[in-house]
């Protein structure tokens, strides 16, 4: 089937430190994949995506790369801020990007 | 700037009524989506469309029925509205096709809550 999993929160940091959310999947073909943020009160937000293997999605200093060997697209900050502080999800799509897939959410909280 | 937009930020309503939530998207897209987000168990797919007048039971149809009438507009109905379905909803639509990526614009969301 396809599924994602992605690591269980709350993720606690201090402002500036390096940020590493890991997200894995399986998938019956040849997905997307997608992060997506959530701010408080708020619906979700594309924050970057890759189409095919080896692709980078980049988008406010965020990273993340499709890697088919391991299955796995993990998102990388350098230096976070409290303004980082947010709900991410990883997402895959399928089939004509009719169905989406959704990861249970990483909780970051950032400390000053 | 793209934009779905959902009828009511909050919501309270009592056990037994009946619920509609109302979503619209200005993209002229053609698949829609309703989720709830309950915390703990990410986004769970209700039901989706991919026409007009054509609906997909998601991973958790039951209690709850849908409407597309016409190609912007999707609604979620709670025909009778429980207190285990006081959550946060979330309407989402996208293109369809293959050869271009593409991804879901979500709505900002209703909370629902059911006394």
């Known amino acids: 089937g396809n599924s994602v999993t992605q690591m269980e929160g709350p993720v606690t940091l201090s402002e500036e430190a390096f940020l590493t959310i890991n997200c894995t999947y399986t998938a019956t073909g040849y997905p997307s994949l997608f992060w997506y943020v959530q701010y408080p009160g708020e619906g979700l937000q594309l924050l970057l995506k890759?189409?095919?293997?080896?692709d980078k999605g980049s988008n406010k200093g965020f990273e993340a790369t499709y890697r088919k060997e391991t299955t796995s697209f993990h998102l990388e900050k350098g230096s976070v801020q409290v303004s980082d502080s947010a709900v991410y999800f990883c997402a895959l799509s399928l089939y004509n990007f009719n169905k989406f897939y959704f990861g249970s959410g990483t909780k970051l909280n950032v400390k000053p | 700037d793209v934009k779905v937009t959902q009828s009511s930020r909050y919501l309270v309503k009592r056990t037994g009524e009946k619920v509609f939530l109302e979503c619209v998207q200005d993209?002229?897209?053609?698949?829609m989506f309703w989720y709830r987000q309950d915390p703990g168990l990410g986004l769970r797919l209700i039901y989706f469309?991919?026409?007009?007048?054509?609906?997909e039971k998601g991973d958790i149809p039951e209690g709850y029925s849908v409407s597309r009438e016409k190609k912007e507009r999707f609604s979620l109905i709670l025909e009778s509205a429980s207190t285990n379905q006081t959550s946060m909803y979330l309407c989402a639509s996208s293109l369809s096709g293959t050869g271009a990526s593409t991804e879901a614009f979500f709505g900002q969301g209703t909370r629902l809550t059911v006394v």
């Open positions: 469309s991919y026409d007009v007048k054509m609906k």
């Open positions: 993209m002229d897209h053609e698949n």
């Open positions: 890759a189409t095919k293997a080896d």
